[in-house]
């Protein structure tokens, strides 16, 4: 069964139009020109390239197509009709076991189809688990495009395709728990590209060199002053020479003065000049010695930088807690060390040691350095930034491969369970190929003995009597050929043909191809009939007829898998139409075909839509060519709609008017009073009609409501 027809891109169906139904019988609605010739043409040449774009949703059926291509191909170009093939009647036995065959047959193909199902459904669970997947990864994209666009290159060629991207992503292998982070690598790349890459330069160590041995010797010394002097004694006994150093600048040269020391009038000039001799030019040359060194120890740590020079460097982040303890030590150490030198020229009598600075230094210093290496290595990747984001780029995969890896191994999982159910179906239906095959060959074997085309032959002269057709008739022509025949043509008969009864003839053939074979070896089997306007040529008593056959041989046969009908006849389409509202919801779909400019479309309609469609009614009574039964019912249901349901005025007192009491208009007004004409097939038994008059009181009846200007914009509707 077809259950999707989709045209697009041919002819008027300018964009996609799709048809889907689930029923047996599917009827078609639609003006000429609104693209009925298109769809049946498609089925008719479904190979053409012309129809790429054109798609249908079946399960394999034979589809049969009957439309004016047919008609061409089967008549206009040879009077010798291929001969339709049918089991003999006579060969019983071989009959039944041929039907037995084809049964088990049919068992063969329902189990192969049922296989297909399974493939298909479980390629539908790995189509959809790919859709969930591929969903997920998206969000790769949009997450890492646009923005700052710092990881955008890392998305080349990859932003525009969702397949694409999980592909990509699913192809690399899964890494071990990443230890980087995406934002680690998006600070290293905005370190080595774009405007933040800047080279910096390195920071300086500390280099603060130690006094020289001699000056370390000489601050431990102690400084006493002259041995030979008659104080010294005294003064080293008390051990007091820096107190009486100090106190030498208080003394005047005066004898008699105050001690500086006892405030007592006890100095002289002898004991001034003793005092003085104990500091000879010896001792004030270790005191100098010792400022000298206090300078030397300033010059040599003038140079200690600040922490200004380290501060703004961000490699130095993370180490500058350290740098400013290790910074503080050093100055601490710096300044004490002064301090005990100061003290040494106040009190050169005092041993003094310095602190040793070079562990905090050294410490300091190997902060230095490996803030540097990290200052280089950025240095260095930015003179090489190609490679290093080609590293970056990898290591960006790498880490979104392992969190994304939830999505892919989901759909792997899916996707291999469904791989192996299709794997097993695809064995067990080639197997049932096989079964077929062998069913088939059986088939073809019984056949060879058993077909004719004698009983095609028959039925189509039945039928053609039937209608009432008697001037011309088909016989059989050799052994697998039969043509059509006429008393008074021997050559081009069905040129001879009006159009009417070439449409009859071809339909008739087409019914026997669909119910036979077309190839004494063709395997019987079920079929789908697409059937374009049968009756665009014919008068309304043939249209009956035709609808019959239809009904017959196509809807209420068991051999019919399906049966697509399109019709330009509003009459033709309420004959096909099943009037039991049950049964036509169960087995038919009913569809309308219309065209505007902006192409064809087609519609699901309702039975009711079509019987109340008030333009439709207008486009049948302006065409005198349309059957009399079908003009005077529609007439009527115009009037009925206008003025009942639209006008809320009574039916029979709009009739009443008196410009329609003339006797020729009185089979009018008996038909526009009668009982609903709604359900078409109730008038096909009109039988007078006079479509001039019933066209001059349709017109009076509008023009004496008052209404003379509806009627005449609704008559130029075609």
């Not at 020729?664 to 096909?684: L, T």
Request: charged residues 30%.
């Amino acid at each position: 069964m077809i259950t999707e027809i989709s045209l697009d891109s041919v002819a008027s169906y300018k964009s996609k139009v799709r048809l889907n139904t689930e029923k047996k019988v599917n009827l078609v609605y639609g003006l000429n020109g609104s693209g009925k010739s298109t769809f049946s043409n498609y089925f008719y040449d479904l190979e053409n390239p012309k129809y790429a774009k054109c798609s249908i949703v079946h399960n394999g059926e034979k589809v049969l197509v009957y439309n004016q291509k047919f008609i061409n191909d089967n008549f206009y170009q040879t009077e010798s009709l291929k001969g339709i093939f049918g089991l003999s009647k006579e060969n019983k036995v071989i009959e039944e076991k041929i039907i037995k065959e084809t049964k088990e047959l049919e068992v063969i193909n329902k189990e192969k189809a049922d296989k297909v199902a399974i493939i298909e459904q479980e390629n539908k669970k790995i189509t959809d688990a790919r859709i969930i997947a591929e969903k997920n990864i998206w969000d790769i994209k949009k997450t890492y495009s646009g923005g700052d666009r710092v990881f955008e290159y890392c998305l080349d060629n990859l932003k525009g395709n969702k397949s694409r991207l999980y592909s990509y992503l699913s192809s690399l292998p899964m890494p071990a728990k990443p230890t980087n982070t995406i934002e680690h690598l998006k600070e290293e790349l905005n370190a080595i590209d774009g405007d933040t890459a800047v080279k910096q330069n390195t920071l300086n160590v500390i280099s603060l060199n130690n006094l020289t041995l001699d000056s370390i010797n000489v601050l431990n010394e102690i400084v006493i002053g002259n041995d030979d002097s008659p104080v010294a004694a005294l003064i080293d006994k008390l051990q007091n020479s820096d107190w009486v150093i100090s106190g030498l600048q208080y003394l005047k040269d005066i004898d008699g003065d105050e001690c500086p020391f006892c405030q007592s009038k006890t100095m002289t000039a002898q004991l001034v000049e003793q005092i003085k001799d104990y500091f000879d030019e010896s001792y004030q040359d270790k005191v100098g010695t010792i400022k000298l060194i206090e300078i030397e120890y300033n010059t040599l740590t003038q140079d200690f930088p600040t922490l200004d020079s380290y501060k703004p460097s961000k490699y130095a982040s993370e180490y500058l807690l350290k740098l400013i303890e290790l910074h503080s030590e050093i100055y601490k150490i710096i300044e004490g060390n002064k301090k005990l030198i100061t003290m040494k020229i106040s009190r050169p009598s005092m041993q003094i040691g310095l602190k040793d600075i070079s562990k905090q230094v050294g410490d300091f210093n190997d902060l230095v350095i490996n803030i540097n290496a990290s200052i280089n290595l950025c240095n260095s990747k930015i003179d090489n930034v190609v490679s290093e984001k080609k590293r970056i780029k990898e290591e960006f995969w790498n880490i979104l491969r392992y969190q994304y890896d939830h999505a892919i191994s989901g759909f792997e999982k899916i996707n291999n369970a469904a791989k192996k159910s299709i794997h097993t179906a695809e064995i067990e239906r080639e197997n049932k190929d096989k079964e077929a095959t062998i069913k088939e060959k059986v088939i073809v074997e019984q056949q060879k003995f058993t077909v004719n085309i004698e009983e095609a032959v028959e039925n189509i002269k039945y039928n053609l009597k039937d209608i009432g057709i008697t001037d011309f008739s088909i016989e059989k022509y050799e052994d697998n050929l039969y043509r059509i025949v006429r008393s008074d043509v021997s050559d081009n008969v069905f040129t001879s043909l009006s159009e009417g009864e070439k449409m009859i003839i071809s339909f008739l053939y087409f019914r026997e191809l669909f119910r036979g074979k077309q190839t004494a070896t063709e395997i019987t089997q079920k079929k789908i009939a697409i059937i374009d306007d049968p009756v665009s040529s014919l008068s309304h008593i043939f249209v009956y007829n035709i609808g019959r056959l239809i009904k017959n041989d196509f809807f209420n046969s068991d051999n019919v898998e399906q049966v697509f009908v399109l019709t330009h006849s509003l009459y033709f389409f309420y004959e096909l139409t099943d009037t039991n509202r049950d049964r036509r919801n169960s087995t038919q779909k009913l569809f309308r075909l219309s065209k505007n400019e902006m192409g064809s479309s087609i519609y699901s309609m309702k039975y009711e839509e079509i019987q109340n469609d008030y333009h439709s009614y207008w486009s049948v009574i302006n065409d005198d060519k349309q059957p009399p039964a079908l003009i005077a019912n529609c007439m009527r249901n115009i009037v009925e709609y206008f003025f009942n349901f639209v006008q809320k005025k009574d039916l029979s007192n709009v009739t009443q008017i008196p410009v329609l009491q003339a006797n020729k208009f009185q089979e009018f007004i008996r038909y526009i009073n009668r009982e609903s004409h709604s359900v078409g097939q109730n008038i096909i038994d009109f039988k007078e009609f006079d479509y001039i008059t019933f066209k001059e009181a349709f017109r009076l009846l509008f023009e004496a409501a008052g209404y003379s200007e509806h009627y005449k914009k609704m008559s130029k509707i075609n």
